[in-house]
């Protein structure tokens, strides 16, 4: 896949700069890249091939045999912005839960607990178009950020990027996380919507405790059309990035064998109620993790 420019995406030699705890089952790395040129898109992605860590030989020898193929690279959104200093991707640790999920995780245990400052890695990149058009002030004076656990991460980068730029979007994020301490960045965006307050409006919505003292703003339950409602001015004129789990290709696989249709997740639940609100796909831009 070629980006602009015609500058084909590439392998990288990076440098585990810093490592920040973000929740009690995520990390977050910040990558040195040294002279590459920090050529990417806010909302992009880059990928890490697990062959290259020698301590994952014989599991991934055992997974591929299991499943028949060769153990892929995986993709990692970028929560920072091309005008800081270090690549920051956020890793929550996948955990093998019998009769739900498919396979041990390979790679987001040792990167979200065992890669130390110093740790060197090849990464693959820059790609994906989860990203906001330069055009895009002409279309929109609102965009809308509707996230769920660790989804959150490409909307930061875009976030950063747009208050940097000061393309004068205005930005509403509405962020759903378990309890207070699975939300990601959450110092880091108190702060942004402090310093930014015409640019940016945060809400944490949690779902299995009440939020006490959370700050801007926060409520208990899942995000539901009256609430996204209430923070549309104009529909015309507003864009949506969503992130968060959806459903996985091998469970709508699973679901149809047994002739159903798989249960919506959180990208797709959202992705129904903005459609039934009115909202266009073209004003939609979705990823979804699982």
């Known amino acids: 896949m070629a980006e602009e420019r015609g500058r084909k995406v590439r392998e990288i030699q990076a440098v585990v700069a810093d490592v920040r705890e973000e929740t009690h089952d995520a990390a977050s790395l910040l990558l040195d890249i040294g002279d590459e040129e920090r050529d990417y898109k806010a909302g992009q992605f880059i990928t890490i091939d697990p062959h290259q860590f020698g301590f994952l030989e014989q599991v991934i020898a055992y997974l591929e045999e299991v499943k028949g ?44 607990r065992h890669c130390p400052p110093g740790t060197t890695l090849t990464i693959s990149g820059f790609t ?61 965006f108190a702060a942004l919507a402090a310093a930014h307050s015409e640019q940016l409006t945060v809400l944490h919505s949690l779902t299995r405790e009440d939020p006490h003292q959370i700050e801007p703003a926060s409520r208990k339950g899942r995000l539901d059309a009256e609430l996204i409602k209430s923070y549309v001015k104009d529909l015309d004129r507003t864009l949506v990035y969503c992130c968060g789990p959806g459903v996985l290709p091998w469970e709508r696989k699973e679901a149809r064998e047994r002739g159903e249709e798989p249960a919506p997740k959180f990208v797709e639940t959202m992705i129904q109620i903005l459609h039934e609100l009115g909202f266009d796909k073209r004003q939609i831009k979705q990823e979804s993790w699982g």
Request: glycine share 8%; hydrophobic share 30%; charged share 20%.
């Open 69 to 112: 193929t060769r153990e892929k690279p995986r993709a990692y959104s970028m929560g920072s912005a091309p005008h800081e200093p270090h690549i920051l991707i956020t890793v929550k640790e996948e955990r093998f839960w019998p009769g739900e999920s498919k396979y041990p995780p390979v790679l987001s245990p040792p990167l979200s």
């Open 128 to 188: 994906g178009p989860y990203a906001i058009p330069q055009d895009a002030g002409q279309k929109a004076d609102t965009v809308l950020h509707l996230c769920a656990g660790s989804g959150i991460v490409p909307n930061f980068g875009l976030i950063k990027d747009s208050i940097h730029r000061g393309d004068d979007l205005h930005h509403v994020l509405l962020y759903s996380s378990k309890t207070r301490s699975d939300i990601f960045y959450y110092d880091q």
